[in-house]
Structure formats: C-alpha cells, structure tokens
C-alpha cells in the first residue's frame, strides 16, 4: 500500500546553519509531492512541492530534492532562523483528491 | 484575504454530548476536506467532499458525520465523543484536488472530550 514516511521524528541546529529533513516514500507511482510546515497549535502550510519530472525545486531558503530510484526526498532550509522551528510533513498527492501525510520531524532551532 | 476559517479554535464537549465543528472558505474550492490530528502525529483523512459528492475513507468511525450545505460552508459532526476523540480537526480545502492543487488548511479546532 501507499505509505510516506520519515527517517528522523527530531532535528536540532543551531540557528544560522543549513537543515535537511528527509522523507521515504514506497509508491513508485508518486508523481508529485509536497512539504508543509506545521507550528505549534496552526494548521499545516504550504512550503513548496515537487512533480516527479524534476529531481530539484528551489524556493526562497529551502529546496526540496527528488530521488525517485531509491524514493526519497528531502527538504533543505538554508540558515536557518528561530521562526523555521516547527513540524515539516512530507505529503504525497495520491491522485483521487487525496494526500499522504509521512509521520513529520519536529526541527528545533538552537540560538 | 481568501482563506479557511475554522470556528470555534477551541471546543469543549463531555463524553457522549454531539458536537459540531465549522469550516468556511473564501476560496471558492471545490474539494473540502476533515482530517483528524493528535499529537505529535501526521493529520489523517477523515472524508472528503468534491463538491456535493461524500468521500469516506473506509477506516472512519461511523461516529464522524459531515454536512456540506453550499460550496462555502462544511461541518464535522461528532454524534457521541469519546475520550479517544480529543484531538486538532483540521479543516482544508483544494481547487479540484488533483495533482499539483495543495491544500489549504485552516488553523484547526482543538476538541477537548471531559
């Protein structure tokens, strides 16, 4: 079955440095994927996606990167800030109106 | 601004009392959609509308109902919580939801079952 799913439930850096959170998914099929960011007690916002044609996507201080012969992709956020603390979901677009959410990483950002 | 609207943020029931919790948006979506989120875990799909048309997903209590009188409003409805029902509903909406349409999501309402 579809699943997405995550390697590491927490992430701490020191503020300024780069952060990468990965995320695995098992449906080749996936063509196209999102990465949300989630604050304590808001609902999940939009970062940035991807579609399967692409193995890169660049946003203002983060990119995702798509490696689809081992199903992985990661986000990178670049400096990273206090306000970049937060859970990061990984969500496939399963077609059928729907998204896959992966188990999320919690990213800590240490002064 | 368009945006989801979810009332209220926090919501109070006793074990077995109905609640109803509200979505809007100003969007103008088609799809609007109910995810049930408890802590420190990923939102899970309850149902979806595209439109008039009720999609459930087929590990959802009976307990979950939800009404979508017009394109702008939908409703979650808890007949009977219980205490594994405290938990964020999360409230989202999608232009047509296919691929390359995200989701919008509301900031939630947080049920606390007594």
């Known amino acids: 079955g579809e699943s997405v799913g995550l390697h590491l439930p927490t992430l701490s850096v020191q503020e300024g440095d780069n952060s990468i959170i990965n995320c695995a998914y098992s449906?080749?099929?996936?063509?196209?994927f999102i990465w949300y960011k989630q604050e304590s007690g808001k609902g999940p916002q939009f970062i940035i996606d991807i579609r399967s044609n692409m193995d890169k996507r660049q946003g203002q201080r983060v990119t995702v990167l798509l490696n689809k012969t081992v199903k992985h992709l990661s986000l990178q956020i670049a400096a990273t800030q206090p306000g970049d603390s937060a859970v990061y979901f990984c969500?496939?677009?399963?077609?059928?109106?729907?998204?896959?959410f992966g188990q999320g990483t919690r990213l800590t950002i240490n002064p | 601004d368009a945006m989801v609207i979810q009332n209220p943020r926090y919501q109070v029931t006793q074990f077995g009392k109905p609640v109803t919790l509200s979505c809007s948006q100003t969007l103008n979506h088609n799809v609007m959609y109910w995810y049930q989120q408890k802590s420190s875990q990923a939102p899970k799909l309850l149902f979806h509308y595209y439109d008039k048309d009720f999609n459930n997903e087929a590990d959802t209590p009976d307990n979950f109902q939800s009404r979508r009188p017009n394109t702008s409003f939908c409703f979650l409805d808890i007949r009977s919580p219980g205490l594994g029902d405290a938990a964020m509903y999360l409230c989202a909406t999608s232009r047509d939801g296919n691929r390359g349409n995200e989701q919008f999501f509301g900031p939630g309402t947080r049920l606390t079952v007594l």
């Open positions: 449906n080749s099929a996936s063509d196209y």
């Open positions: 969500a496939e677009n399963s077609g059928a109106q729907k998204l896959v």
